[in-house]
Every structure is written in structure tokens, then in C-alpha cells.
Antibody, heavy 122, light 107 residues
Framework: QLQLQESGPGLVKPSETLSLTCTVS??????????WGWIRQPPGKGLEWIGS???????YYNPSLKSRVTVSVNPSKNQFSLKLTSVTAADTAVYYC??????????????WGQGTLVTVSS | DIQMTQSPSSLSASVGDRVTITCRAS??????LNWYQQKPGKAPKLLIY???SLQSGVPSRFSGGGSGTDFTLTISSLQPEDFATYYC?????????FGQGTKVEVK
């Protein structure tokens, strides 16, 4: 059974960089059928797609965050990561890592991490 | 960006009720539409993909329909474990935007 687990600081100061890692277990991150991504959810609000990375190395980011976000993968550790620079209080959210399945005729997010709350505050 | 609009934002229903949630895309997305269920403090769970395909392990009381810009999620007979928030998501183009959510509450 595939499992994803987010890790990283729960508190980040304004203007600093938010860094999170997602460790994948029960399956390989190096598969052309899947992509790996990040979604966030501010407290009490809806879901916002942040970005994703495919096996090919191609990355796709939400234009609203593109200038500040980087998603990368470390196949040797079966991990992928999120970096979000110059954070503000508006970046406070639960951050989910997730697997996307693009093997069929449509893409879907079929596995999610449990989520980790990141608070931006001094 | 493609905007996804769900209606209603919330609804009250009883166990056994038939519930339908609507999702509208700001431009045509063919059948590239997924539905997720989220319970408090938990990650979303995939219910329906490609507008009408039931994800493995999801009860058959959940069904999806529609194409183009208008989509529906139907729960044929609401069960106690179905009280949750439901989100649609388009997978047609980046960014893969979500609807604002529909909270299904106990009547």
C-alpha cells in the first residue's frame, strides 16, 4: 500500500523559505505513470493546487505562486520536495503531498499524505 | 486559469436522502473532472475520476456525470459516513483547480 508522509518545520518566519519533504513508501517514485505534487489548504478554506513534477523532470506550477515555488525529486531517497520562498501569513496552510496518476485517459490524485500544518509567523 | 464553481456551498440532508452536487467549469474541460471527499482533519479521498468513473473501493452509491462544463456528483442514499465536504477538480489544464467545496451536513 502506497504511503506518503510530509515532513518539515511547522513554523516559518515571514520572508523566509518554507521547505517540505514528502517521503514515499510502498512504491517507487521513479515511474512514468505517475506524477508527484503539492496541494495546500488554508485553515477553514478550500484546496489550492501548488505544483507537480513528472518522471521526465517536467514541472508545472500554479501561476499565482510560480515565481516563489520549486518542486524537486530525489529518486535515491524516494522523496520529493517543496520550496516556497518569501512566505507571508497568507501561506499559512495545511500542506499535502500527493501522487497523481496519469496512466489512463485522465489524470487523478489517488494518494495523499496526511497533511502538515505550516504556520507563517514571527 | 479555469474556475470551478460548485453549488450549493452547503446542504442539509438526512440519512437515506438522494444528494446531488453540481460543479461548473468556466470553460470546457471535456471529461477531465474528479471528485474528492474530505472529512475534518483528514486528507481528501478520490471518489470519481474522468467525470463518471468510480475509484476502486468507493461505494456504488456515489456516481458522477456530465461533460464539457457541467458536472454532477450524486449520492443515491446518504449514509452516516458521507457527511463531509466534497470538492470537484479539473485535470484538463494547469493549474489543476478545485471547486470551493460543498459541505454536506446533518439535517
Amino acid at each position: 500500500q502506497l504511503q506518503l508522509q510530509e515532513s518539515g518545520p511547522g513554523l516559518v518566519k515571514p520572508s523566509e523559505t518554507l521547505s517540505l519533504t514528502c517521503t514515499v513508501s510502498g512504491g517507487s517514485i521513479s515511474s512514468s505513470s505517475y506524477y508527484w505534487g503539492w496541494i495546500r489548504q488554508p485553515p477553514g478554506k478550500g484546496l489550492e493546487w501548488i505544483g507537480s513534477i513528472y518522471f521526465s523532470g517536467s514541472t508545472y506550477y500554479n501561476p499565482s505562486l510560480k515565481s516563489r515555488v520549486t518542486v524537486s525529486v530525489n529518486p535515491s531517497k524516494n522523496q520529493f520536495s517543496l520550496k516556497l520562498t518569501s512566505v507571508t501569513a497568507a501561506d499559512t496552510a495545511v500542506y499535502y503531498c500527493a501522487r497523481g496518476d496519469s496512466s489512463g485517459y485522465s489524470e487523478k490524485i489517488d494518494y495523499w499524505g496526511q497533511g502538515t500544518l505550516v504556520t507563517v509567523s514571527s | 486559469d479555469i474556475q470551478m464553481t460548485q453549488s450549493p456551498s452547503s446542504l442539509s440532508a438526512s440519512v437515506g436522502d438522494r444528494v446531488t452536487i453540481t460543479c461548473r467549469a468556466s470553460q470546457t474541460i471535456s471529461y477531465y473532472l474528479n471528485w474528492y471527499q474530505q472529512k475534518p482533519g483528514k486528507a481528501p479521498k478520490l471518489l470519481i475520476y474522468a467525470a463518471s468513473s468510480l475509484q476502486s473501493g468507493v461505494p456504488s452509491r456515489f456516481s458522477g456525470g456530465g461533460s464539457g462544463t457541467d458536472f454532477t456528483l450524486t449520492i443515491s442514499s446518504l449514509q452516516p459516513e458521507d457527511f463531509a465536504t466534497y470538492y470537484c477538480q479539473q485535470s484538463h489544464s494547469t493549474p489543476k483547480t478545485f471547486g470551493q467545496g460543498t459541505k454536506v451536513e446533518v439535517k
